[in-house]
């Protein structure tokens, strides 16, 4: 005997309404009198061939109930057949919170395998009774319930457009900027949005059927130099060798027959090159024009080291590339018409630009950037005051 009930009244899953089943026999159950799916009522069913329990029948306002589909019993030997009050059932209507969506509606329920379902679209999907007037479909799935049944799951949010702003962290810096995004339901790609003047744009990808995603964001963290970013690093810049000393000085040496004679010669004390790590500070923003020479008026004119050669004394010289002042120097140069020196003023100028180390030096790097220029100022600072570590000497033998 069976050790569940005959008839069943049951919450489902698919439905707003009540189920039920009912518990026949196996042997009773044959290719010709199995009720049809979405078809079949609770009465025709026991008309059918189909041996139906008599005890506990429900109230008659169940005998319209359609028959969805075979499942297997808790008792051996017996199955039970489904029913429901409606075909396709009224759906059964949850909310729930979306990340993207925010409240989102599911509306679950039965339907024929086949049947004309509602499609991603922006169009209202007023079939889902009054639970979906005025709302849009954004996800729809179909589990299989038996051969001829599908339980249909849709989604359906409140608005086709929806967007999200949050404020990310600048790395560099640790200040915030803005970042929006807008996820847009449509039948069709929305336009992307070109490059503007302050920085922004929108790019659009689609993320499933009919679903595309609008993200409307800055290019760069920082847009005008007036909302520059500033930090510091630091990195390796080449300081050139320093002229610190110059002169020169007359020696005079004895020669053995007891007369003397009288040399000029010169020394000097040089700074070498620098290139190691050294404080850089650096302002980055970004801009859609690309920039003039006149935009970077601050930039530091370049560093022109020249190597200097004293010649016309007792021991010439010379000195590597370098920056240096102006030099001035007597040089003696034998007339053999006059069987003697003639002496001449020597000035070598002095290199352009910068004679020393500058306190600063500014440059500026420019880089294409999303249809825009990135642009930094780098300005570095000299690493000490040029200190004499190379220096040159005569002395008479």
Known sequence: MPQEPSYQLESLQYSAKLGLWVLVAAHDITTSNLPVAGTTTLTATGTNGLKLPTAGRPHSTYDNYKYTHLSPAATAGYFRLNFVDVFPTTPLVMENIDPIWGKVRTHTYVALTGSDIPDVSTASVAALGAPGNGRYVLRVSEQQLSGDVCIVTITTVAALTVSQTDKPVDPKTGDAFTRTKTWTLATSAPSAVALTTDGRSTSVTQESHNLWLSVDEPVNVRVGSSNKRTHIEYRAMVWPAVLLGYDTEELIEYQASGDERHITVARYSLCPAYAEPCLVTIDEWWQKAAPADTDFSDKSAPFQPSSV?????????????????????????????????????????????????????????????????????LTWTKPFAPTASITSSVTPA
């Not at 020196?341 to 630009?353: L, M, R, Y």
């Open 309 to 377: 050669d004293i010649v016309g004394v007792g021991n010439p010289t010379s000195i590597p590339p370098c920056l240096h002042g102006s030099i001035s120097y007597e040089s003696q140069v034998y007339d053999y018409g006059e069987l003697g020196f003639s002496v001449f003023e020597v000035t070598i100028s002095a290199t352009p630009n910068h004679t020393t180390w500058p306190d600063t030096f500014v440059e500026y790097v420019v880089e294409p950037d999303m249809g825009g220029y990135t642009i930094k100022k």
